[in-house]
């Protein structure tokens, strides 16, 4: 990737930010997804989460404050948004974060995306 620091720039300007977002889309969103995947298990919640962290990435990039790169902290709000994602089904379900994952895993089916 270009120097960070002048990619931030481009996605923070109104003019240059619509090409600049679809740059970050390519170059993260696998990465990211496959990351949030082996948290939640499922793909429509991989999805969703996903979504959810593009949203706060974008809403947020503004308070970056580059003290790590700009990776890092995306992959922490990812993984800030599937456990958040986790303890929200669980709460919904009355029980935990841990037995939902657990259920999830033992009714775990091979797909297009995940091979269980």
């Not at 120097?3 to 740059?23: G, S």
């Not at 990351?35 to 999805?47: E, F, G, P, S, Y």
């Not at 959810?52 to 308070?63: A, G, P, S």
């Not at 709460?91 to 091979?110: C, P, R, S, W, Y």
């Amino acid at each position: 990737m270009q120097d960070e620091k002048v990619f931030i720039e481009e996605l923070l300007n109104p003019k240059t930010q619509n090409k600049a977002f679809q740059v970050l889309l390519q170059q993260f969103q696998k990465p990211l997804y496959h990351h949030i995947r082996t948290i939640v298990l499922n793909h429509d919640d991989a999805d969703d989460v996903l979504q959810n962290t593009f949203v706060k990435v974008f809403r947020y990039l503004k308070d970056f404050k580059g003290d790590s790169k700009l990776f890092s902290w995306m992959f922490r709000i990812a993984t800030n948004e599937a456990i958040t994602f986790l303890n929200q089904k669980a709460k919904k379900h009355n029980t935990t974060g841990v037995a939902i994952q657990t259920k999830t895993i033992d009714n775990l089916e091979a797909d297009d995306y995940f091979d269980g």
